[in-house]
């Protein structure tokens, strides 16, 4: 069985649901991605996956959703 993890990222630029939603879309597509959890008030973005997540894709489907995580 498959180790979940988690991963939270700062994300600037989100602002309203149709943010919400198009974060969630392109992370969730990221392979091993099991759910996406966006805080707006917070700015985070919590990804879980199974195993361990791959950072880089993280980072390119919110940069192509239009948002940029902050390091």
Do not use: P, Q
Not at 6 to 31: F, K, Q
Not at 34 to 50: F, G, R
Not at 62 to 71: F, L, Q, S, T, W
Request: aromatic share 2%; charged share 25%; glycine share 8%.
């Amino acid at each position: 069985m498959a180790t979940t993890t988690t991963a939270v990222y700062t994300v600037d630029g989100m602002s309203c649901g149709h943010c919400v939603n198009s974060v969630t879309e392109e992370v969730t597509e990221v392979a091993g991605v099991t759910d996406v959890a966006v805080d707006l008030e917070a700015k985070k973005v919590t990804v879980t996956s199974e195993g361990t997540v791959d950072d880089a894709a993280v980072r390119a489907a919110i940069d192509e959703a239009g948002y940029e995580v902050r390091d």
